[in-house]
């Protein structure tokens, strides 16, 4: 599903060029859930933005489904994007002019679903969040948590195979967090959608399939026994 090949993002600073990704290969397979674990400054956003194509990398390739959308035109990837991705953010990125229905209208109205079918849509996933009386609401008067749950609905709305969700429970405290990542897996678990947090979380880490973490600009694979065993992917 997402596979990246000798990818590398270099940033400059002055005269010099520092890596933050060199050369990292990995493969996330259909259906998978991995957390993308590793310390601050590690490169897990950035390597987050260059699988969704929000940026783009100083050389290698992402490949999503086969296609490699580092070799599309900015238009393209945009529109790529837009079909293929769902995204989650830290801090839930609502639109706080729209109400939690229209919200979640958008992504529906982007990828040009028919009117009627949508608002079935959006009824369904309110639904699903637990959230069907609050359709009429504005973010700011919901919960950090309700707002969660809405920014995962409107991630999911257009039925996007791969969601990229990066640090959703860091604005949460640890119950809330807990719940929201239990809901995250609910709807996707058995959907085969792909899934990508980036969490600091040993919540996220002992939930997923598979950890991948960002150790000196490489993917290494986390596998799970007495601790973690280190198992580089890319060597
Ligand atoms: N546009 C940019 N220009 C220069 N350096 C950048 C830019 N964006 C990110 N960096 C640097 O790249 C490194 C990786 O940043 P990134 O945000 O990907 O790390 P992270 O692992 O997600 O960190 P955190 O867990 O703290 O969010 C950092 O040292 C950061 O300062």
């Given at each position: 599903m997402v596979e990246m090949r000798a990818l590398t993002k270099r940033y400059e600073e002055g005269t010099e060029a520092r890596s933050v990704i060199e050369r990292a290969d990995a493969e996330i397979h259909r259906g998978e859930f991995v957390a993308l674990a590793g310390p601050s400054g590690s490169g897990k956003t950035t390597l987050l933005n260059l699988i969704s194509g929000i940026d783009t990398p100083t050389s290698g390739d992402v490949l999503i489904d086969s296609v490699?959308?580092?070799?599309?035109?900015e238009k393209d990837r945009t529109l790529f994007r837009r079909k293929n991705i769902g995204f989650v953010f830290q801090f839930f990125n609502?639109?706080?002019?729209?109400?939690v229905k229209e919200n979640l209208l958008l992504p529906l109205q982007l990828n040009s679903f028919p009117s009627a079918e949508s608002d079935d849509r959006v009824m369904y996933l309110l639904e699903r969040i637990g959230m069907?009386?609050?359709?009429?609401?504005?973010?700011?008067?919901?919960s950090g948590g309700e707002k969660q749950r809405v920014a995962i609905a409107r991630a999911l709305a257009h039925n996007p195979p791969l969601i990229l969700a990066d640090e959703?429970?860091?604005?949460?405290d640890a119950d809330t967090g807990r719940a929201i990542l239990s809901l995250l897996k609910s709807l996707i678990d058995g959907s085969g959608k792909t899934m990508v947090i980036v969490s600091h979380s040993d919540v996220v880490a002992g939930m997923a399939d598979r950890v991948l973490a960002m150790e000196d600009g490489k993917l290494v694979e986390r596998i799970r026994g007495d601790g973690y065993v280190n198992n580089r992917l890319d060597s």
């Open positions: 490699p959308i580092t070799k599309l035109s609502l639109i706080p002019t729209l109400s069907g009386d609050r359709i009429d609401s504005y973010p700011d008067r919901l959703p429970t860091g604005n949460l």
